[in-house]
């Protein structure tokens, strides 16, 4: 097999495959550092800095704004799952105040089941969160989710602020279709190569 074969087969299946790694602490939780959102799927409605919720930064955060109760925006995990596992699967990260009840409640959808969930103070920072379990939504035990749909529910005077989602019980990637695809072509170059290097 050519030298340049393997590099082509090497790169193909490390871009099909995710590794798993080191850890993160947000907000005293501790995470893989692959757990946390990984693109915006859908944009719903108005929103003030949607991208805020992708990766583990609890700086910033997105929210809808103005409020609109149809606005929704639907965030996916390209790198890793959700799974319902044991306990809740994953947090959501809200900013509040920093004291209790400070908190917007988060209304998500999953698999076309919707739930609302109140957010409950850290402890650090103007930091709420909410611990969600995938069983509220139907997801058998060991079934893995990729999709979260986060509404711009509102009380008050804001809109829920979304700053990050991490999952707890962290999974493999649901492979996308570009992604099958890429991986078959490695498995073809690969075999395709073999059979070269056997005539
Ligand atoms: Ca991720
Ligand atoms: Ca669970
Ligand atoms: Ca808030």
Known sequence: M???????????????????????VLAGQVYDDNAFVDEIIA????????AAVIGPNIMSYAQNNPPDAEAYLLVGF????????????????????????EGEP???TINGVTNTYPTVY??????????????????????RVAAVQLWGLYSGLSGTEFMAI???NNGEPIPAPGAMWLVGVGLCV????RRLTKA
Do not use: Q
Request: glycine share 20%; net charge negative.
């Open 2 to 24: 050519s030298r340049g074969l393997w590099m082509v087969a090497a790169v193909v299946l490390v871009l099909g495959c995710a590794a798993a790694n080191a850890s993160i």
């Open 43 to 50: 944009i719903h409605g108005s929103w003030t800095n949607p």
């Open 78 to 101: 390209a790198d890793n799952s959700i799974v319902n596992g044991a306990g809740p699967d994953f947090v959501l990260h809200e900013a509040g105040g920093t004291l209790p009840g």
């Open 106 to 108: 988060a209304k998500i």
């Open 122 to 143: 850290s402890g650090v920072g103007g930091t709420h969160r909410a611990y969600i379990d995938l069983g509220d939504f139907g997801v058998a035990p060991g079934g």
């Open 166 to 168: 991490g999952a707890l």
């Open 190 to 193: 690969l075999r395709g190569s």
